[in-house]
């Protein structure tokens, strides 16, 4: 592993920021356009930029693939009954790493070691000398295939949850990594409208 790190870098620009925080201090707790993003943690991915968004507008959840998993139901649980949130936006996108390996690739990796695996042409390939765990056989890593359908199916998924009101809309939505547009899965809206 590398010993340069980014931390300077991030402390720096965290003083130069904080110098003009100015009035942001001042926002309210619940965000202002009543909204929540669920998506990815790709770093292509600016969620600000893409949906127009500024400091205490909406909330945004990231995680691997942008995935309804318990742990973002949660936090929408939280966003609409805590803080008044009343639309759901899952926001998928072209390109996504999630597509790349199957749970039975990452808990095999994990299992050898647990040093950063590569990719070429032929697949994933170790190259870490161990140890590993099998720890990475108890979690569901959520990857996927087609991603249409994995944008419908966590649509369908916060839909039918039990603690979500049938009257918050859930919008099903690809981000292009290449264009930067909002590209509607129409099925997941569908599926995602209100009662």
């Known amino acids: 592993m590398t010993t340069d790190s980014v931390l300077p870098e991030v402390l720096a620009a965290n003083t130069a920021y904080a110098k ?29 930029k893409y949906a127009g968004l500024s400091e205490g507008d909406a909330h945004v959840i990231r995680n691997a693939g942008g995935r309804a998993s318990d742990d973002a139901i949660r936090s929408l649980v939280i966003s609409y009954k805590l803080l008044g949130t009343r639309e759901f936006f899952v926001v998928h996108h072209t390109d996504c790493g999630m597509a790349l390996f199957t749970d039975e690739i990452m808990r095999d990796l994990l299992s050898r070691s647990l040093e950063t695996a590569t990719v070429d042409a032929s697949g994933w390939h170790d190259v870490g000398s161990g140890p590993g765990s099998t720890a990475g056989t108890y979690v569901n890593w959520l990857t996927f295939k087609d991603l249409a359908h994995s944008v419908i199916e966590d649509v369908q998924r916060i839909r039918a949850h039990p603690l979500v009101p049938a009257a918050i809309p859930v919008y099903g939505y690809i981000y ?13 809206t569908a599926i995602g409208r209100t009662s």
């Open 176 to 188: 292009d990594v290449h264009t930067g547009r909002l590209l509607e899965v129409p099925e997941a």
């Open 20 to 48: 003009g925080f100015g009035e942001k201090g001042k926002l309210p707790l619940p965000p202002a356009r009543r909204f929540a993003i669920l998506t990815c943690m790709d770093a292509r991915l600016d969620p600000a």
